[in-house]
């Protein structure tokens, strides 16, 4: 039996927890708060992150600020 691949990334869970990982800490990196519920992880015990929806930050008022440039 062919094995079906469960993520979009090939089926690997730990590639897409590092692929998280990474957007969260890109996002932190340009100048969103970093979630006080969750630390930054998305998950608590009982499941998602209510305070973050799971994404590990908050977005300011605004919206999120857009890359720079360099």
């Known amino acids: 039996m062919k094995r ?19 957007r969260t800490e890109q996002a932190i990196a340009s100048g969103c708060e970093r979630c006080p519920t969750c630390r930054g992880e998305g998950l ?19 919206g999120m600020p857009l890359p720079e440039n360099d």
């Open 44 to 62: 608590i015990d009982a499941g998602i992150c209510p305070q973050c929806g799971a994404a590990g930050f908050l977005v300011p008022p605004g």
């Open 4 to 22: 079906i691949p469960k993520a979009w990334n090939g089926g690997s869970r730990e590639a897409a927890l590092a692929a998280s990982r990474q």
